[in-house]
């Protein structure tokens, strides 16, 4: 922001720090819970007082109550008492701020990974770390539920325990889990990728992830509310969810603080690419997997508002008792899920985009090869952009909307298949004749391509709409979902770690580990789901605990493979601890890559570069003799990038 | 790399970051709040789709009145056009003393800026209040049917975001009478006045389409 | 790609311009419904050419025009045999004049992969010579100059040529006509559809 020019230079950064704070009162998860808990009173009383003055019955409204106190200024009075507003509030009031204050940047001890830090290379890892966290909640109850459906009939819970579980399972993965983590692998790599010293707004940027586990954190507590947790299933279909118990609330309330994390997030993104490239660098020498952030920020910055609509409507019918998807009150039912698909379609691009560029650094750099198509791979990004756009009603063939938006939606789904052949063909052409090294980060890629592709396929057979018809809610659902998701996104959420481990700990992971996890759980993978693409189409519908005799086979082999695809993934977390603890120090190339971050230290110094590096080249010129991508002061005449 | 480890060794590293390369002649934060603005956008517009749906698409499921909608909105209910109409012209004058704002400081005027400032918030204050008053009179609430959904759902909206650009405004009025600003540095001014000219337009588009229209 | 909003006053404009493309639409349609729909269709109409007549005008041939002396003037010389001549070192002179100027000759000499008229006759160590020559006498009159030599079909030599160098400004210099295989492939007309700026035609000697 703008020079504060009536200010003192307070003290030294990090030198005469006065006495510390006593633990209420300084910034802290102490701090906290206590603001917490008076935003919470706060919001009681401003419930308790306009129902009052009003004269609306029951004074005391604890559906209201929960949602104003507890899921919206709650969490603000928590954000308030760890300190994510401090220095704003500082210079709101007057008080003396030092643009420039550094004294919440850069980590040195692990405690430092739990405050509100501005480095994005802390902020990196902590996204990491809490979409793990999230990850490993939803996958249990992942194999509780298929422990559930191993035989027919119910063995351990009940019916709405389970949708619970189902409802709880997606909620965690895409919102908090898979969303985010590509949120912090970009944060990580991105500003060095740049040439950029931090991102554009590092404050905004600390706030952002620390509304990732508020969210989580509530929809985790819906657990805990009368009535259960939410069971409506992630899409949380109006006009079910106005009348389900209060659970239901902390999906929609939650869903707004995934969703505002995303959208500061991405504003971050787009603003650091655009403004703080290093010289040289045009838009046709970034990166790829700058250019798949800069497109998935956008489509973050224009889809995420309609999910924040379509749930604030939801929650208008409830305790405002309004009609927006209320048939008795004039409301349009099929109104939510047109508000609400026009998010969620282009979610899956912003759940997949960055995952794309993530591989394309991985397979030019394990192959030795500049990227095939360069061009075409920054446009293609931008082509499923605009399309992403236009096929969010393929989600509502059979749901009863107007009949003659059933075939444009199908043609343009069709259409989005052009631009990412371009990518599956354009990565092939990169590994053809290159020097492949089939290390862990280059097997998830491989593994990504081939997975991706069996999911986009059956997603070309479902953007059919006969077939569609047929298959809709049924298993073939869920195994198309999970070919993208899991052998998709998740798949290059590992690559991605396994490639930047070692900039980011200064270590090197085990790489027999790597290769271990990796089989496990692509083996796994494909056993848990490939057999629901038969049992779909022959009948089984999805999210149901229950179901007919002749799908118990089939239903138990999925069962078992998915204990152990959850078994995999002790392997990585393994691995990734002890490595991170005890591992090999790595260089700070280990990979030979020409792109920026990997010519700085292993980890990083705090402010990235001492000087901004000068681009002179394209990022992927592998075996091109005397190809440079950037001149960083201070070092030598390079040899030629290693074949 | 070399430099930084000397400074290790040194025991300091007390160097700030490098001053990052400006690639692009906006500045950061006034890029920043215009795409901030586009997402409220986008927020308004999952607001007016629900319009949209509710006028457009499904006008016959009205227990209230079976009518068109021709008719809206729907009898015996009215909007406060008029109301609403001054409404609009205070806040359309208050973009202008806003921006009179605006032009002082880059002139080195602070009075100029400290009215100007002054000027704005009382009138989107007045907005707010006569929104306020004419909920209260407005004949309905929000369980009587989906034109009063969409209708207290937008003009809700566009309160709550009055309401944070009079947060900013005030903010940046305190600090004007503070003497924070200067011809050169004067972003805390100029961004909330982008924002209120957003609220503004948007006012004026949610009064068309739901009084007028 | 400009961005068309970058401070407040563009905001505020914007917001202007919002009134006065709305405030006719919403008269006519209290008119009538029929009105206020035509009022909306010329009012985008107006809308739109009005946010585009800041765009620049696509790049000018320049007439007369000379470059402003911060500008390099960059010129590009398609000539063979009458590369040394006299007549086409006056016109490259008279157009240096005045301009910070780079000129480029090219000698179209190269034998491509495919028949030339004379496989036997290999010309170029005369071509280089003649190229060096030329070179010399225009940095001699103060001009700056080099050369390279290009495919021997002139219209390949001079489209590849293009794609290196950025010319503002193109001369051929060929044999009168009736003397000239260039001429009889029309290689000026080709020059002028595929460049757009001026195209000067020498009869060298």
């Known amino acids: 922001m703008s020079v504060v020019e009536h200010t003192s230079h307070g003290p030294a950064h990090g030198a005469g720090a006065p006495h510390r704070r006593n633990i209420f009162m300084r910034p802290g998860f102490v701090r906290g819970a206590w603001c917490f808990a008076l935003f919470f009173v706060i919001g009681y009383y401003l419930v308790f007082g306009i129902r009052t003055l009003a004269g609306w019955d029951p004074h005391e409204d604890w559906n209201i109550i929960v949602l104003v106190g507890g899921l919206t200024l709650g969490p603000i009075g928590f954000l308030l008492g760890i300190g994510a507003f401090d220095y704003w509030l500082y210079w709101i009031s007057g008080r003396p701020t030092i643009p420039d204050d550094h004294a919440n940047h850069g980590a040195t001890k692990w405690q430092d990974y739990f405050k509100v830090n501005t480095d994005h290379k802390v902020i990196g890892v902590q996204y990491l770390a809490t979409t793990f966290v999230f990850f490993t909640l939803g996958g249990l109850m992942a194999m509780l539920f298929r422990a559930e459906l191993a035989q027919p009939g119910m063995q351990f819970m009940d019916t709405q325990t389970y949708n619970g579980l189902v409802s709880m399972h997606a909620a965690l993965m895409i919102f908090v889990f898979i969303i985010p983590a590509f949120a912090g692998l970009a944060n990580f790599a991105v500003p060095l990728m740049l040439g950029a010293p931090d991102m554009a707004f590092p404050r905004l940027n600390a706030l952002s992830f620390w509304f990732l586990p508020i969210a989580g954190t509530m929809f985790l507590c819906s657990f805990l509310a009368p009535g259960g947790a939410f069971a409506t299933g992630w899409t949380s279909y109006a006009p079910l969810a106005s009348e389900q118990p209060i659970g239901q609330v902390f999906f929609n309330m939650g869903v707004q603080w995934a969703g505002a994390s995303s959208i500061l997030t991405a504003l971050n993104f787009l603003v650091t690419i655009i403004t703080m490239r290093a010289p040289g660098m045009t838009f046709w020498r970034m990166p790829l997997l700058v250019w798949a952030n800069f497109t998935t920020s956008l489509l973050v910055v224009i889809a995420t508002p309609f999910i924040a609509g379509s749930q604030f409507f939801v929650m208008f019918d409830r305790v405002m008792h309004t009609s927006f998807f209320v048939p008795e009150g004039g409301g349009y039912v099929l109104g939510y899920q047109h508000i609400f698909w026009f998010y969620s379609h282009p979610a899956v691009y912003i759940m997949i985009l960055p995952g794309f560029g993530i591989i394309s650094e991985i397979i030019s750099v394990m192959s030795r090869k500049p990227i095939f198509g360069y061009r075409l791979m920054a446009m293609s990004l931008l082509g499923i952009l605009v399309l992403g756009f236009s096929v969010w009603a393929h989600h509502m063939f059979v749901a009863g909307m107007a009949d003659w938006l059933r075939v444009p939606m199908m043609i343009s789904t069709l259409l989005i298949a052009v631009p990412t052949g371009v990518k599956v063909f354009s990565w092939l052409a990169t590994l053809w004749e290159g020097r492949i090294h089939l290390n862990t980060p280059m097997l998830f890629a491989l593994g990504f391509i081939s997975m991706f592709l069996i999911g986009g396929l059956s997603g070309v057979y479902l953007a059919s709409v006969p077939i569609t018809i047929h298959a809709s809610d049924t298993y073939f659902i869920v195994a198309h979902i999970h070919y993208v998701l899991f052998g998709g996104s998740v798949l290059t959420i590992f690559a991605g770690i396994y490639y930047w481990f070692p900039k980011m700990t200064g270590r090197m992971y085990n790489e027999s580990l790597g290769k271990l996890h990796f089989w496990l759980t692509f083996v796994s993978f494909n056993l848990t789901f490939f057999p629901m693409h038969w049992v779909g189409l022959v009948g089984m519908p999805r999210r149901v605990a229950d179901y007919s005799d002749r799908f118990a086979d089939l239903n138990l082999i999925v069962s078992i493979s998915s204990f152990a695809l959850g078994a995999s993934v002790v392997v990585f977390f393994y691995n990734i601890i002890v490595s991170w603890a005890r591992g090999p120090i790595a260089e700070s190339n280990p990979w030979r890559a020409m792109t920026l971050e990997w010519q700085v230290t292993s980890p990083p110094p705090v402010f990235n570069f001492d000087e901004i590096p000068q681009v002179v080249g394209g990022p992927y010129e592998y075996g091109v003799p005397g190809a440079r991508h950037a001149i960083l002061a201070g070092t030598p005449a390079p040899s030629e990038a290693a074949v | 790399m070399t430099a930084h480890a000397e400074a290790a060794v040194h025991g300091h590293d007390h160097h700030g970051p490098p001053i990052a390369n400006k690639s692009s002649r906006i500045e950061a934060v006034v890029l920043g709040m215009f795409m901030f603005i586009g997402t409220e956008a986008m927020l308004f517009g999952s607001f007016f789709a629900a319009y949209f749906f509710v006028r457009v698409v499904n006008p016959d499921a009205s227990t209230i009145t079976p009518e068109k909608w021709a008719v809206w909105p729907p009898a015996p209910f009215e909007f406060p056009v008029f109301v609403a109409g001054i409404n609009t012209c205070i806040l359309v004058t208050s973009s202008f003393t806003m921006h009179w704002a605006l032009q002082s400081i880059k002139r080195n005027n602070r009075r100029g800026l400290q009215a100007g400032l002054v000027l704005t918030i009382l009138m989107g204050t007045a907005f707010l209040l006569t929104q306020f008053i004419e909920y209260a009179h407005v004949g309905f609430n929000t369980s009587d049917g989906a034109f009063a959904s969409v209708f207290f759902g937008l003009t809700g909206l566009h309160g709550a975001h009055v309401l944070v650009g009079l947060i900013l405004l005030t903010i940046a009025a305190l600090r004007a009478f503070r003497g924070h600003y200067s011809p050169e540095h004067h972003h805390g001014v100029e961004l909330p006045g982008i924002y209120w000219h957003f609220v503004d337009v948007m006012w004026i588009v949610v009064y068309v389409t739901v009084y007028l229209l | ?205």
């Open chain 3, 1 to 205: 790609m400009r961005n068309p909003l970058a401070n407040e006053e563009a905001a505020f404009r914007f917001l202007l311009g919002t009134i006065v493309y709305l405030a006719p639409i919403v008269v006519a349609s209290w008119i009538a419904t029929w009105l206020g729909v035509v009022v909306f269709v010329v009012m985008s109409g107006v809308a739109v050419a009005f946010l585009r007549r800041g765009e620049p005008a696509p790049a000018a041939t320049s007439v007369d025009g000379r470059a402003a002396v911060e500008d390099t003037w960059r010129i590009l010389v398609l000539a063979d045999e009458t590369l040394a001549g006299p007549r086409l070192q006056e016109v490259i002179v008279r157009l240096a004049e005045g301009v910070a100027e780079d000129v480029l000759l090219v000698c179209p000499i190269m034998p491509g992969g495919s028949f030339t008229e004379n496989p036997a006759a290999d010309d170029t160590p005369a071509a280089k010579a003649r190229l060096q020559a030329a070179v010399a006498a225009l940095r001699a009159a103060g001009v700056t100059a080099r050369g390279e030599l290009g495919d021997s079909d002139p219209a390949v030599a001079l489209a590849a040529a293009l794609e290196g160098f950025s010319a503002d400004e193109i001369v051929i210099s060929t044999h009168a006509a009736g003397d000239s295989p260039w001429l009889e492939q029309d290689i000026v007309a080709a020059a002028g559809v595929a460049f757009d700026g001026p195209v000067t035609h020498v009869v060298g000697d």
